[in-house]
């Protein structure tokens, strides 16, 4: 996973992925451990609570599709990018961006996210 922009390309697909028993491997390939993951609405540790994190994402955004919305910009181990989740095609429901910190292994240890569009009530 030397590659950055495959790295987040892979990450996003775990958040596009439902079936439960892809999206646990893919979490356990592309995250460390005790990875943690911080945005304005939660803030989990470790595998578990990533997997539920994106669960109840899906859950709460059935159908709709996490897309990058930028190219990635990268230094040393850190990633940050926009992503966008919607309808493929059509304006973007929510729009925000993480920061990916990397592990010497290649796997992400740490992500911050922000949100830049929030709908209402959401």
Not at 33 to 40: L, R, S, V
Not at 83 to 112: K, N, Q, S
Request: hydrophobic fraction near 50%; glycine fraction near 8%; include cysteine.
């Amino acid at each position: 996973m030397s590659d950055i922009n495959e790295l987040v390309q892979r990450y996003l697909a775990a958040w596009n992925t439902t079936d439960a028993s892809a999206r646990a491997a893919l979490v356990a390939e592309l995250f460390t451990d005790d990875a943690e993951y911080t945005d304005p609405l939660c803030s989990v540790r470790g595998h578990a609570g990533l997997d539920a994190t994106i669960a109840a994402v899906q859950a709460q955004f059935a159908g709709l599709e996490f897309s990058l919305g930028a190219p990635v910009d990268a230094n040393h181990h850190i990633a940050r990018f926009t992503w966008h989740l919607g309808t493929p095609g059509a304006e973007p429901l929510v729009v925000g961006f993480d920061v990916a910190a990397l592990a010497e292994d290649g796997r992400i240890e740490r992500v911050y996210g922000f949100l830049d569009k929030v709908p209402a009530g959401a």
